[in-house]
């Protein structure tokens, strides 16, 4: 694609060099070549990317005076994020493969147009799957599932009977969708535990990615829904009746247990605990480790935006310090004393 196709559909301002110069893809600095697109975002990363043998730098407004003559430069706001759009524009497309013949397709299954089926998938009975997506070898889809278009299914990965996919979501390997909550009633006479109905629904809505070897259950009685645009990471696990908000970023290690909220945009990062009936507001960043107790609500109010908290039970990260210094100052106290 020449660079001034991509500017035309992402934006950004060539200040130097040629708009028909071809570009292939996008590469790291000391790997690219004439064909690849890097970008750098402070003073020391722009002169490497400037010395390197890319094709095309893209740097932030007024980052460096001059440039070098054979460079080809684009200016943008955000430097990663047109990497990124271009890096997805210049992807090459996998040809479609149709239906492998070891595959198993059940009946009154619907495979729109485009579809690529893998080795040793299974497709269930009233499946429907829509144009153009990969399900990859070794998959299982259970009866009556619905995916979109423009979804990628990666090998092993198996979603339940009532599971419902948007369109360009993708699902890496081992992933598991809409398996039974863990949800029990014990019968005190007994002690043994009964299964409460666990035949509810999971919903995964447009364009969420969802990371290998994560789990998220199906509703008991209602559904379990992740909202558009959400990122999960490999081995989080989501328990029933949950309800993701959109543009929400999960990272690995995080478990959230049954009947919990996280509104739009918060960011939960690697390990983090959430109790049942819990709710994560709109915006909030939780630290690595941090902890909501059942029940519990965590928003950002009264606090600036961009506060990281982190702790059990998860509070303000200036807070948490503040209490670690002065238990370690009781701590020295206590030592001398």
């Known amino acids: 694609m020449r660079i001034g196709e991509l500017i035309e559909r992402q934006g950004g301002t060539l200040v130097q060099g040629d708009p028909r110069h071809e570009i292939r893809g996008v590469n790291s600095i000391i790997l690219a070549g004439?064909?690849?697109?890097v970008f750098a975002e402070d003073p020391k990363s722009a002169s490497?990317?400037?010395?390197?043998?890319?094709?095309?730098v893209v740097l932030p407004p007024g980052l460096v005076a001059s440039h070098l003559l054979d460079k080809c430069v684009v200016e943008t706001i955000e430097p990663r994020l047109w990497f990124a759009r271009a890096a997805k524009l210049l992807k090459i497309a996998q040809p479609t493969s149709g239906v492998h013949a070891r595959a198993v397709i059940g009946t009154n299954v619907n495979l729109a147009e485009g579809v690529s089926i893998g080795p040793c998938t299974v497709i269930e009975d009233d499946a429907c799957i829509g144009a153009r997506t990969r399900i990859e070898a070794g998959a299982i889809i259970g009866r009556g599932v619905h995916i979109g278009e423009d979804c990628h299914i990666y090998p092993r990965a198996v979603l339940y009977s009532g599971a419902t996919l948007g369109n360009s979501v993708v699902v890496h390997a081992g992933a598991v969708l809409g398996a039974d909550g863990f949800g029990y009633v014990r019968d005190p006479a007994a002690g043994a535990y009964l299964q409460f109905p666990q035949q509810g629904t999971l919903a995964i809505e447009d364009e969420v990615e969802i990371g290998a070897n994560t789990t998220i259950d199906r509703?008991?009685?209602g559904e379990t829904r992740i909202r558009r645009g959400t990122k999960i990471d490999n081995l989080v696990h989501i328990g029933h009746n949950c309800d993701i908000g959109e543009d929400v970023i999960l990272v690995a290690l995080t478990g959230i247990s049954g009947s919990s909220s996280v509104g739009k945009g918060a960011v939960i990062a690697g390990q983090v605990g959430i109790g049942d009936h819990a709710h994560v507001g709109p915006g909030v960043i939780l630290g690595g480790q941090a902890g909501v107790l059942s029940g519990k609500s965590v928003t950002n109010e009264g606090l600036k935006p961009g506060t990281v908290l982190w702790g059990t039970p998860a509070r303000p990260l200036k807070q948490v310090l503040r209490e670690l210094a002065v238990l370690a100052r009781l701590a020295r106290r206590r030592s001398r004393d």
């Open 34 to 37: 004439r064909g690849d697109v």
């Open 48 to 56: 490497e990317a400037l010395a390197s043998n890319a094709g095309l």
């Open 219 to 221: 509703g008991a009685l």
